[in-house]
């Protein structure tokens, strides 16, 4: 409930400054420009997504559940994720798969924490070769790359020291939470993660995963950013969708109301700062953005949940 109320005052703030700073009126760009022929397109390039992000799902659990189910299950934890607080639809993905194979829920838990390390850092990397191909990386963004390759450094220290210095990271962590008293927590909640971690991290489990993540990312969401421009008649070239995508990815991982109102227009609107565009557009085009991806998941996540009770039905 404490994260809820501080995801919700976390939005109110950003909403409440943008209200301040752009005028309504800025929507009015949108009369007679929108093409709606590009919204099928929109929907498809959603859908599309959760391919590369299935198969990289389906690999990470070792095949264990089949690609169906790890596609419907992906469309409806993406989809509640924009309703629910705090990533609840990763844990109610997670409980639907561990129905649908037996796994334990702590080898699932360890298993989604890969996955987001994979996504955070197939985002930064995205986002840091977007600024960079397009001539961005002067003085004024330095620390918006230097954060972004202080981000990857720290995950590949991470990465290194479960793998190979999983024994010494055990006790550094156990010393760290003895201190502050929370010993118990760290034996019963964390240091098993580490190990499956650490047993997934042998030999090549990780590598197909690995492959599928710039995927998911390029060929999948950056589409429906660039397909957002579109439909409103805002042009948008392909690596600044991809900035505008590393950003929107920046900003919903800041604790916030669901689907990260406020927080997401808020880091779209510094993109077009940083590209020297109208910030107003900005705030048109995060709307846009934002209102298309939350109307287009849930949708496909009413159907996939249809689909998965359906054939848990023909199962009984």
Not at 46 to 70: C, D, G, M, Y
Not at 186 to 198: A, G, I, P, Q, R
Request: net charge positive; with cysteine; charged share 15%.
């Amino acid at each position: 409930m404490r994260k809820l109320i501080f995801g919700i005052i976390v939005s109110g703030i950003a909403i409440y400054f943008l209200q301040k700073n752009f005028d309504i009126s800025e929507f009015k760009r949108l009369e007679g420009k929108v093409n709606w022929w590009v919204f099928p397109l929109l929907i498809l390039s959603n859908l599309w997504a959760f391919v590369p992000f299935s198969i990289r799902w389906f690999h990470l659990l070792e095949k264990k559940i089949t690609f169906t189910q790890s596609f419907t299950t992906a469309i409806i934890g993406v989809g509640l994720n924009m309703v629910l607080p705090a990533r609840g639809g990763d844990l109610v993905r997670l409980l639907m798969n561990k129905r649908d194979s037996d796994l334990p829920l702590t080898h699932l838990l360890s298993r989604i924490f890969l996955e987001k390390v994979m996504d955070l850092g197939a985002v930064v990397v995205i986002g840091a070769g977007a600024l960079f191909y397009m001539g961005l990386g002067q003085s004024k963004n330095l620390s918006l790359l230097l954060i972004s390759a202080l981000v990857i450094l720290a995950m590949l220290v991470g990465l290194i020291l479960v793998k190979y210095f999983l024994s010494t990271l055990q006790k550094l962590l156990l010393g760290i939470f003895s201190l502050i008293g929370k010993q118990s927590f760290y034996e019963t909640k964390l240091d098993h993660h580490l190990v499956e971690f650490s047993e997934f991290l042998q030999g090549d489990k990780l590598i197909k995963p690995l492959a599928y993540s710039l995927p998911t990312w390029i060929f999948g969401y950056a589409i429906s950013y660039y397909l957002a421009g579109m439909l409103i008649g805002m042009p948008i070239r392909f690596p600044e969708a991809l900035l505008f995508m590393f950003l929107g990815g920046m900003g919903v991982a800041i604790p916030s109301a669901p689907s990260g109102i406020g927080v997401f227009h808020a880091a779209i609107i510094s993109g077009f700062i940083i590209l020297g565009r109208d910030p107003g557009e900005g705030l048109v085009y995060a709307t846009v953005v934002h209102l298309t991806q939350f109307l287009i998941t849930t949708f496909l996540a009413c159907f996939a949940y249809l689909h998965w009770r359906f054939l848990h039905k023909k199962m009984l």
